[in-house]
């Protein structure tokens, strides 16, 4: 999408398809933009208002048609809810919902009025919600679509309004930094949406070379099985064992500042198909574990933003990428796999093949001597039970770096909610006759997969995000349609930023 910012007037002097007003409920500006329009528009804005056929609800729309001597074809009004409940995040919902109806009406494009003063924002924060909330919510994933092709709409330019030129140039900086931050996001959607025959680890790793070769600052590395072998990185091996798919170690680097500044790790989890292996999977919804690279999709996409955005900081991404097939060859139940760091695994179940994988990650980010490290994984289907469909799983050894996440997730509305980590989980790792398991059954099932991995960190800030619940949704949510959600992306682009800020 082409985003534009320019001054109202100017705007209003040209043939508009369709106008986005944003509004608070209960309140009609008497000033500012929303006059302008409203007097453009021949009054229907008090008209409606006044009628109470729009009462600026949240989430609630209305469409006027103006009549007479004006070049507005369509205004479109969005309710912003109460004033003393608005957020930022309410203005990406409201910024999705002006995008979304002005694609159902067929438009190519869409003016928005944006007015940072009355929303109680910065310019920086207004802008980026609302070029985030409309471009995120126009996702569409329609590469395997062949019939009708035609009937496909999209919004191909929006353009941003305000009334104060000395504004133009901060917002013009934010509107960019949103907008490469939503293409990283889509990147990390398309991935996920990728059928697994489409998606493979070598068609991973040829996105992330190629992504590579366009920034002067990232390199991109990837290891074979071999390469691995020779690593010690059997748990890895382990897992990749039932598929004729070759498995591939996928290192990014990105140096965004002095060499001499450490790392921050992100380790993403790659299933690219995962059938839970001799352990399989039930049928029903199997087609879904397409998804369960979500994990490595949302580092590739962080990664890709961050170098998209010049961001001084130093960012190392591992992604272990295979699939967990029930092949002649599979690991089964009760085999012993000697992982990278020397320590042994016996598997108890192979449909916990991720944790196997991250350990073998984990290990190998040390050789980075990293400041954090963060791995990222559709892990289990124990935290969808415990926090539901739309909320990230966070446990983790330092609080500090907690600490540094939960504020990115209050910026970005990526929502997630600490498990405990506690010591008395650390037993229930352990095995009788390896190291430890891969599993311990159903109770507290996210927070021993978090209490295993943790085993194979080292001396370094860590944190697990489970992200099992809100990498795929059932369901339409505000500026995440169903599908794909590139969770992690956003939060990660601003953790970074926030680290950067800091030195």
């Not at 059938?275 to 049928?283: C, E």
Request: proline share 4%; net charge neutral; hydrophobic share 45%.
């Amino acid at each position: 999408m082409q985003v534009n910012v320019d001054k109202d007037q100017i705007i209003l002097k040209k043939s508009i398809e369709v106008v986005a007003v944003f509004l608070f409920e209960g309140q009609l500006p008497l000033g500012g933009m929303v006059s302008h329009i409203d007097k453009a528009a021949n009054g229907l804005i008090q008209q409606i208002w006044k009628e109470n056929d729009f009462e600026g609800k949240l989430h609630q729309t209305a469409i006027l048609y103006p009549r007479g001597n004006t070049e507005i074809r369509r205004v479109i009004l969005v309710g912003l809810g109460k004033r003393g409940d608005f957020s930022a995040d309410k203005m990406r919902a409201a910024g999705a919902k002006a995008g979304q109806t002005a694609r159902s009406l067929k438009v190519k494009s869409l003016a928005v009025t944006l007015e940072a003063d009355e929303l109680e924002l910065s310019w920086e924060s207004a802008t980026e919600a609302v070029v985030e909330g409309i471009i995120l919510g126009l996702y569409q994933f329609t590469e395997f679509k062949t019939l009708d092709r035609e009937s496909i709409r999209d919004v191909e330019q929006l353009h941003i309004m305000i009334q104060d030129l000395k504004n133009i140039p901060l917002v013009k900086k934010a509107a960019d930094r949103a907008e490469k931050i939503c293409r990283a996001v889509y990147l990390s959607r398309n991935l996920v949406s990728s059928p697994a025959n489409e998606m493979t680890p070598s068609v991973m790793a040829r996105e992330v070379l190629s992504i590579a070769k366009g920034h002067k600052k990232m390199k991109a590395t990837v290891l074979e099985a071999a390469d691995m072998k020779r690593l010690g990185m059997n748990a890895l091996l382990g897992v990749a064992r039932g598929s004729e798919e070759p498995s591939k170690f996928i290192i990014i680097e990105y140096r965004g500042e002095g060499k001499e500044r450490p790392p921050i790790v992100l380790i993403g989890k790659a299933l690219t198909f995962d059938s839970g292996g001799i352990s399989l999977k039930p049928a029903e919804k199997m087609d879904e574990m397409k998804t369960d690279m979500a994990g490595g999709a949302a580092v590739i996409g962080a990664i890709s933003a961050a170098a998209e955005l010049h961001l001084p900081v130093n960012i190392v991404g591992l992604i272990p990428a295979t699939e967990n097939l029930p092949g002649g060859k599979a690991c089964k139940p009760g085999d012993i796999l000697k992982s990278m760091s020397g320590k042994t695994i016996e598997v108890i179940n192979t449909d916990a093949e991720g944790r196997l994988i991250l350990a073998d990650a984990l290990t190998y980010a040390g050789r980075f001597k990293p400041a954090a490290i963060i791995d990222i994984a559709t892990l289990t289907g124990a935290c969808i039970v415990a926090l539901g469909d739309h909320v990230m799983g966070m446990m983790g050894t330092d609080e500090k770096l907690k600490a540094r996440i939960k504020k990115a997730s209050e910026q970005t509305g990526e929502l997630l909610w600490e498990l405990p980590l506690w010591e008395n989980y650390q037993d229930l790792v352990k095995s009788d006759i390896a190291d430890y398991k891969n599993s311990t059954g159903r109770p507290g099932g996210a927070i021993t997969a978090a209490a295993f991995l943790s085993k194979f960190v080292g001396p370094y800030p860590w944190v697990h995000l489970d992200i099992a619940g809100p990498a795929w949704l059932t369901k339409d949510q505000t500026y995440n349609p169903k599908g794909a959600s590139g969770v992690g992306v956003r939060l990660f682009v601003q953790l970074l930023t926030n680290w950067s800020d800091a030195h």
